[in-house]
Structures are given as structure tokens and as C-alpha cells.
């Protein structure tokens, strides 16, 4: 109880200032306030006062018009870039070079030859469409399954309104009929792959190819999600060499994603073989110095500087002399002929401990050439969560790396690929030959995986899943990204040949005939073009500091007002506040006098009543409803006393707001 009390006597000291009630409050408020304004509205006469009062409710909406789009500008958290030089002792950068064929044609001649030979004579039959001009007939039977899994066909256009559809290696001629071929696309089931979509194992592909008689003829190839299904899907072309080329990979795939590991290895060009001279600055290196990884698209890779095992390299000086020379041999005699159509070395600068993803971002070097490449750095540093959706590390990324296993760093075109992978798993039970695999998983293959190439090309051709890959990945907060100058010239030049080729034949092969030729030899220099460095970096656009002077700017713009001002506004919210919660207590009480009435409807008794009832021990209250209705008690003679009841104030449980007394 005198808890509640003490909380009541708190309530209205806290409230002798403003008033009880809230127009004493709100009066109170505009004379004490520093808020230009206000004080106007109260003081001057009652034109005045409405044009003050407009003023202000107009200066104040401003103010808070104003506070929103600054408060919207600052959660959209924009940022600037800025552009910094510097010079510094900067890392060679890791230099990843392949041969732009993977594998030896010697070494994989007998896993493709059945391939080979059913290219060849769809070739013959392609560029001989009339029966009997092949030479296949004086040849051993073919084996046609790999042509039924993605057959080739030409479609005939010599009628554009009635093309007809020709089977290379069937005489049968179909009419496509209410089927659209060639030009831009070949519709099959009522389904459609557009031109630069992928086909797979059930796939018909499109490839319009001009006769030498001004014959038009387009060389398709059909994927089906099984042999003899009309569920098919058709990939387009403008020239029967892509057509052939395209097939030719699909079908590789299928047969090279059976050969362990090692043995692909072992089929690629090796170290030793691949890498004649190397020179590093003033220090000399060989083969041993580069690190060998196993890629997909070009086989064994090589990487000098990659900072796995060893510390990474700086370059002390720019220019050429300090930089990276190499002599390559790429063997070119010794490609195979319809899966690798340029020759060449294909070459990546990239950070040390990443991937290098040579097919997105990586350059061709000319076979007989010295090919030159003046670097420049440039650094990116990006702001993380909320300004960018950029990763430090990728493991907020919803993504399982599957490049991990080789101990590199995150990227995003690792993250892309791996989404792809996964869903390729996922949905065709397989995975692609072309990334890595997670555990317990294969490699998709026609004998195992029939339908395999049909559901690649709808995945690949799929939006959706790309988008959902697209979002699912997010870009490093940190990049180094490398720019190059190329410049290429002969080499060696027609006098040196001789005595170059002769010395690099017996230093490679112990020999003294000449075992290299212009056609599969290259000279690369790599070199640092200035010292001067970059840094792309971002940095807050609007920080909390800009945020406050902002809003104070406006406020003191329009109103005149300060942070004091604010505290101002905030006491009279408190106070109305108390004042409310005072109103809300004393409602409460009368609602309870009310009910303790509701139950005793006559009047509480006088003093007079009371003190008789003390002094004389006869004295009992009468019930006026006992008594009969026809007795009446006359009236009681003489004056009665004072009721002292009528000097009180309030009841005696309330206490006054200014009651100090306990």
C-alpha cells in the first residue's frame, strides 16, 4: 500500500510543472521551447497565431520530408569507387600454361578410333550426299550405336516451304511437315532449343551448310532421353564444322570420362617434354619449378609460381629482363584432328592459390612466335554486407565448393561451376566431365547413362537453374585481376632457326638431328610493364556522420532547431505520457467507487450515526423496509446535529497531489 502511494505522490511531482491536463501542457511547451515557431503561435493575436501556426505545420512537414529521403538515401547504402596509384615490391603473378590439345593423339588413337572412322565417312556423306560416291563400302562394317545415341542429320532446304529432313547414314528421307527446319531453328515434339542452345544425348542440331551446286543443306544433331524416343531436343548451327566439331566433343566426353585419372595423365604432354627453357629474372628454372594440375579442357597444365609449397616470388624490377621467359613445345603434329581445331599454347595469369579457369579467362599464344606480355596490376577492394553481396572467403555461400580439393581459394567462376555440377547430379544422377566431382558420384557416359546428354542440354539450356546458380554465388570482396599488353613477332627468325632448333632438339632428346620445327615452338615472355599498381577501392557514400549533419542541417534549415530542441520535444512526449497514465489511475478509481456503490446503494453513515452508536448501547439502526407499510414513525423532535460528512473533500484513501505529509 505505500508502495502505490509513494508511486501516486511520484506521478504528480513529476507533473507541477506543465499542468494536469494536456492544453496546459501543450501551452507550456510552446513558451519554454527554442524552436523558432511555436512560441509565435501562443503570443500573437488570433490572424496572427492561424499564420503561425500554418507556417510551422508546414516548415515541420518539410523538415520531415526532407528526414526521409536523407534516412532512404542512407539505408540504400550506395558507395563511391575511388582510384589510387601506388608503387611497391609487388608478387609475380601464377602463370598457368597448357597446350590447347589435351591429350597426345598416339596415346588416345585406340579409344577414339570407332569415332574416328564414323566422323570421317559422315563427312564423306556430308560433302558426297549422293549414294554410292563414299568410299566407306571398301572399309569394315561401322558400329553405328554412338550414331543412334546423337545422330547427325542434313536437312535439305531446296524447298523452303517443304525442307526435308536427311539421316546421314539412313536413305530414308523424312518431311519435316508442320516442323520448322533449319534457318534459325529446328522444332521437334513441339519443342524448341534456340541457337546458341546446347544438345545433348537427345538432341537434334541444326547446321546450315551451302552446297557447292547452291544446294542448302543443314547437318543436324538429335538428342533423345532414350534411343527411339520422339522426347528429343535440336541445337542449331551456321556451319557444318561447328556441327561436326560440337559432336565430336560430346562423344569424346562420353568415352574419355571412363579413363581413370592417371591414365589421362599419362596420355597429355608432359613436363619435361612440354617445357624446353625457362628463365626467371637472372635465375634459371626447368620443368621442375611448375606445378602439375590435371584440366579438363586441356589436360596437364602446368603452373610456375602457384604458392602452394613454396613462398611467392617477387619481382624486383619491371621490364622484360625481370621477368618470366619461356620455350614451349606443343607438338602440334601429334593433335588430335576433330577435337582440338587451334593449335597453340593457352595461357592464364592469375593469383597464386586460385583455380585458373583457362576457357573463360585465358589467351592463346601462336605457334612460331614470340609472344610478349606487359603486365599491369590492378587491386579491387569491395565493402561486404550491406553495401555489396561480396563474400571474403566463400563460406557464407550456399554453394559446396567443389573446387576445394584442390586446396584453392574461392572464386566465382568456381562457385558457378560447382552450382552446375551439383544440379547435374542431382537431377541426372551423374556428374559432367568437365568439373570436378564430389564423392561416391561418376562421370556421366553413354553406356551407363543413356539419357545422360539430353538432360545436360536442358539443364544447360534451363534459366531458371542459371539464375538460381547467379544468385547463389557472390563475388570476393578482394580481387587482383591482371592486364595484359600483347605483342607477337616470328621466331625464330629464318636466319637462327637452324642452330635454335638444333640446340633445343639435342638438349630435349639427347639428339642430333633436328626433332622441332616453327609449327610447334614458342617463346613467351612475361614481365611486369610498370611498377605502378592500382587499387579500384570502395568506401561509404553516406556514413552515420553525413546522416546526422544532414538531418541537423534540415532541422535548423526550416525550423531553427538544435539536438536540445528534440530533447525538448522528447520531455513533452513523456510528460503526456504521465499524464495519460494519471488519467488512466484515476478513471480506474472512480470505475471501482462506482462498483463498490453498485453493492451498497444507501448512503454511508454520518458522524452523528456513528457517534450515537458508540455512546448509547440501545441505539440500533432501523431498517426502514422491516417496518409495516401502514406504520409511519413520526418525525424525530428538535434539530439533528451537524452532518460533518459534507466537509470532506475527497474520500480518505485518496491523497492530494501537493500532500507532502508522509
Same mark, same amino acid.
Given at each position: 500500500?505505500?508502495?502505490? +502511494?509513494?508511486?501516486?505522490?511520484?506521478?504528480?511531482?513529476?507533473?507541477?510543472? @506543465?499542468?494536469?491536463?494536456?492544453?496546459?501542457?501543450?501551452?507550456?511547451?510552446?513558451?519554454?521551447?527554442?524552436?523558432?515557431? @511555436?512560441?509565435?503561435?501562443?503570443?500573437?493575436? @488570433?490572424?496572427?497565431?492561424?499564420?503561425?501556426?500554418?507556417?510551422?505545420?508546414? #516548415?515541420?512537414?518539410?523538415?520531415?520530408? /526532407?528526414?526521409?529521403?536523407?534516412?532512404?538515401?542512407?539505408?540504400?547504402?550506395?558507395?563511391?569507387?575511388?582510384?589510387?596509384?601506388?608503387?611497391?615490391?609487388? +608478387?609475380?603473378?601464377?602463370?598457368?600454361?597448357?597446350?590447347?590439345?589435351?591429350?597426345?593423339?598416339?596415346?588416345?588413337?585406340?579409344?577414339?578410333?570407332?569415332?574416328?572412322?564414323?566422323?570421317?565417312?559422315?563427312?564423306?556423306?556430308?560433302?558426297?550426299?549422293?549414294?554410292?560416291?563414299?568410299?566407306?563400302?571398301?572399309?569394315?562394317?561401322?558400329?553405328?550405336?554412338?550414331?543412334?545415341?546423337?545422330?547427325?542429320?542434313?536437312?535439305?532446304?531446296?524447298?523452303?516451304?517443304?525442307?526435308?529432313?536427311?539421316?546421314?547414314?539412313?536413305?530414308?528421307?523424312?518431311?519435316?511437315?508442320?516442323?520448322?527446319?533449319?534457318?534459325?531453328?529446328?522444332?521437334?515434339?513441339?519443342?524448341?532449343?534456340?541457337?546458341?542452345?546446347?544438345?545433348?544425348?537427345?538432341?537434334? !542440331?541444326?547446321?546450315?551448310?551451302?552446297? !557447292?551446286?547452291? /544446294?542448302?543443306?543443314?547437318?543436324?544433331?538429335?538428342?533423345?532421353?532414350?534411343?527411339?524416343?520422339?522426347?528429343?531436343?535440336?541445337?542449331?548451327?551456321?556451319?557444318?564444322?561447328? =556441327?561436326?566439331?560440337?559432336?565430336?566433343?560430346?562423344?569424346?566426353?562420353?568415352?574419355?570420362?571412363?579413363?581413370?585419372?592417371?591414365?589421362?595423365?599419362?596420355?597429355?604432354?608432359?613436363?619435361?617434354?612440354?617445357?624446353?627453357?625457362?628463365?626467371?629474372? =637472372?635465375?634459371?628454372?626447368?620443368?621442375?619449378?611448375?606445378?602439375?594440375?590435371?584440366?579438363?579442357?586441356?589436360?596437364?597444365?602446368?603452373?610456375?609460381?602457384?604458392?602452394?609449397?613454396?613462398? !611467392?616470388?617477387?619481382?624486383?624490377?619491371?621490364? =622484360?629482363?625481370?621477368?618470366?621467359? *619461356?620455350?614451349?613445345?606443343?607438338?602440334?603434329?601429334?593433335?588430335?584432328?576433330?577435337?582440338?581445331?587451334?593449335?597453340?599454347?593457352? *595461357?592464364? *595469369?592469375?593469383?597464386?592459390?586460385?583455380?585458373?579457369?583457362?576457357?573463360?579467362?585465358?589467351?592463346?599464344?601462336?605457334?612460331?612466335?614470340?609472344?610478349?606480355?606487359?603486365?599491369?596490376?590492378?587491386?579491387?577492394?569491395?565493402?561486404?554486407?550491406?553495401?555489396?553481396?561480396?563474400?571474403?572467403?566463400?563460406?557464407?555461400?550456399?554453394?559446396?565448393?567443389?573446387?576445394?580439393?584442390?586446396?584453392?581459394?574461392?572464386?566465382?567462376?568456381?562457385?558457378?561451376?560447382?552450382?552446375? /555440377?551439383?544440379?547435374?547430379?542431382?537431377?541426372?544422377?551423374?556428374?559432367?566431365?568437365?568439373?570436378?566431382?564430389?564423392?561416391?558420384?561418376?562421370?556421366?557416359?553413354?553406356?551407363?547413362?543413356?539419357?545422360?546428354?539430353?538432360?545436360?542440354?536442358?539443364?544447360?539450356?534451363?534459366?531458371?537453374?542459371?539464375?538460381?546458380?547467379?544468385?547463389?554465388?557472390?563475388?570476393?570482396?578482394?580481387?587482383?585481376?591482371?592486364?595484359?599488353?600483347?605483342?607477337?613477332?616470328?621466331?625464330?627468325?629464318?636466319?637462327?632457326?637452324?642452330?635454335?632448333?638444333?640446340?633445343?632438339?639435342?638438349?630435349?632428346?639427347?639428339?642430333?638431328?633436328?626433332?622441332?620445327?616453327?609449327?610447334?615452338?614458342?617463346?613467351?615472355?612475361?614481365?611486369? /610493364?610498370?611498377?605502378?599498381?592500382?587499387?579500384?577501392?570502395?568506401?561509404?557514400?553516406?556514413?552515420?556522420?553525413?546522416? &546526422?549533419?544532414? &538531418?541537423?542541417?534540415?532541422?535548423? #534549415?526550416?525550423?531553427?532547431?538544435?539536438?536540445?530542441?528534440?530533447?525538448?520535444?522528447?520531455?513533452?512526449?513523456?510528460?503526456?505520457?504521465?499524464?495519460?497514465?494519471?488519467?488512466?489511475?484515476?478513471?480506474?478509481?472512480?470505475?471501482?467507487?462506482?462498483?463498490?456503490?453498485?453493492?451498497?446503494?444507501?448512503?454511508?453513515?454520518?458522524?452523528?450515526?456513528?457517534?450515537?452508536?458508540?455512546?448509547?448501547?440501545? #441505539?440500533?439502526?432501523?431498517?426502514?423496509? =422491516?417496518?409495516?407499510?401502514?406504520?409511519?414513525?413520526?418525525?424525530?423532535?428538535?434539530?439533528?446535529?451537524?452532518?460533518?460528512?459534507?466537509?470532506?473533500v475527497q474520500p480518505l484513501d485518496v491523497l492530494g497531489p501537493d500532500s507532502d505529509a508522509e
Open positions: 500500500m505505500n508502495l502505490k +502511494k509513494y508511486f501516486i505522490r511520484a506521478l504528480h511531482r513529476l507533473q507541477k510543472g @506543465p499542468g494536469y491536463t494536456y492544453k496546459e501542457l501543450l501551452v507550456w511547451y510552446c513558451d519554454n521551447t527554442n524552436t523558432h515557431g @511555436p512560441k509565435r503561435i501562443i503570443k500573437e493575436g @488570433p490572424k496572427k497565431k492561424l499564420i503561425w501556426f500554418f507556417l510551422t505545420l508546414l #516548415f515541420a512537414s518539410l523538415v520531415f520530408w /526532407q528526414w526521409g529521403i536523407l534516412i532512404n538515401t542512407y539505408l540504400s547504402y550506395n558507395v563511391t569507387s575511388s582510384l589510387s596509384i601506388g608503387f611497391k615490391t609487388m +608478387k609475380f603473378p601464377a602463370v598457368t600454361v597448357c597446350n590447347a590439345n589435351p591429350f597426345k593423339y598416339s596415346e588416345v588413337k585406340h579409344l577414339l578410333k570407332e569415332l574416328d572412322r564414323l566422323i570421317e565417312v559422315a563427312l564423306e556423306r556430308i560433302l558426297q550426299p549422293t549414294p554410292g560416291n563414299s568410299s566407306e563400302n571398301a572399309s569394315p562394317p561401322l558400329d553405328l550405336e554412338l550414331w543412334h545415341q546423337i545422330p547427325l542429320v542434313l536437312i535439305d532446304e531446296h524447298d523452303k516451304d517443304n525442307p526435308v529432313i536427311v539421316d546421314i547414314f539412313e536413305s530414308n528421307q523424312t518431311a519435316l511437315g508442320n516442323q520448322t527446319a533449319g534457318g534459325n531453328q529446328t522444332a521437334a515434339d513441339n519443342q524448341t532449343a534456340a541457337d546458341n542452345q546446347t544438345a545433348a544425348d537427345n538432341q537434334t !542440331a541444326a547446321d546450315n551448310q551451302t552446297a !557447292a551446286d547452291n /544446294q542448302t543443306a543443314a547437318d543436324n544433331q538429335t538428342a533423345c532421353s532414350h534411343q527411339g524416343s520422339d522426347n528429343c531436343t535440336y541445337r542449331n548451327f551456321t556451319s557444318a564444322a561447328q =556441327a561436326v566439331t560440337e559432336w565430336y566433343i560430346l562423344q569424346s566426353t562420353s568415352i574419355l570420362s571412363k579413363v581413370p585419372l592417371q591414365e589421362r595423365i599419362r596420355m597429355g604432354y608432359q613436363a619435361e617434354d612440354m617445357i624446353l627453357a625457362c628463365l626467371y629474372g =637472372a635465375e634459371p628454372c626447368n620443368y621442375k619449378n611448375f606445378t602439375q594440375i590435371y584440366h579438363p579442357d586441356h589436360g596437364n597444365c602446368y603452373i610456375f609460381n602457384w604458392g602452394m609449397d613454396k613462398e !611467392a616470388l617477387n619481382s624486383s624490377n619491371p621490364g =622484360a629482363e625481370f621477368g618470366l621467359k *619461356l620455350i614451349l613445345d606443343i607438338s602440334q603434329q601429334d593433335y588430335i584432328p576433330y577435337l582440338s581445331s587451334a593449335a597453340g599454347a593457352r *595461357l592464364m *595469369l592469375h593469383q597464386q592459390k586460385s583455380f585458373p579457369f583457362l576457357k573463360d579467362q585465358g589467351i592463346y599464344a601462336m605457334a612460331g612466335t614470340e609472344t610478349s606480355i606487359g603486365v599491369l596490376v590492378d587491386e579491387l577492394e569491395r565493402m561486404g554486407y550491406p553495401y555489396s553481396d561480396c563474400t571474403m572467403n566463400g563460406s557464407d555461400v550456399p554453394v559446396k565448393n567443389l573446387y576445394s580439393q584442390y586446396n584453392t581459394s574461392y572464386s566465382i567462376q568456381a562457385c558457378l561451376r560447382s552450382c552446375f /555440377q551439383n544440379h547435374m547430379i542431382e537431377i541426372c544422377g551423374c556428374g559432367h566431365y568437365m568439373f570436378p566431382l564430389p564423392e561416391r558420384v561418376n562421370y556421366c557416359n553413354n553406356e551407363d547413362y543413356p539419357g545422360w546428354a539430353y538432360c545436360y542440354s536442358s539443364l544447360r539450356s534451363s534459366i531458371r537453374h542459371r539464375q538460381i546458380c547467379i544468385d547463389s554465388c557472390k563475388e570476393t570482396c578482394n580481387d587482383t585481376q591482371y592486364k595484359m599488353t600483347i605483342s607477337m613477332a616470328d621466331w625464330p627468325s629464318e636466319a637462327s632457326e637452324d642452330w635454335i632448333f638444333h640446340i633445343l632438339s639435342y638438349e630435349r632428346d639427347m639428339s642430333t638431328n633436328v626433332t622441332l620445327d616453327r609449327n610447334g615452338i614458342i617463346k613467351l615472355n612475361i614481365y611486369f /610493364q610498370e611498377y605502378n599498381y592500382r587499387t579500384i577501392s570502395e568506401s561509404a557514400a553516406t556514413t552515420i556522420v553525413w546522416l &546526422l549533419s544532414s &538531418l541537423g542541417g534540415q532541422f535548423g #534549415f526550416w525550423m531553427g532547431g538544435s539536438v536540445l530542441c528534440l530533447i525538448e520535444f522528447g520531455e513533452i512526449i513523456i510528460d503526456a505520457l504521465w499524464i495519460t497514465v494519471i488519467n488512466v489511475i484515476s478513471w480506474c478509481k472512480g470505475l471501482k467507487q462506482k462498483r463498490v456503490q453498485a453493492r451498497y446503494p444507501d448512503a454511508p453513515p454520518t458522524v452523528s450515526e456513528l457517534v450515537e452508536a458508540h455512546t448509547n448501547l440501545g #441505539f440500533q439502526h432501523e431498517d426502514t423496509d =422491516a417496518l409495516p407499510r401502514d406504520e409511519v414513525l413520526p418525525p424525530e423532535p428538535g434539530t439533528p446535529p451537524p452532518n460533518y460528512d459534507s466537509l470532506r
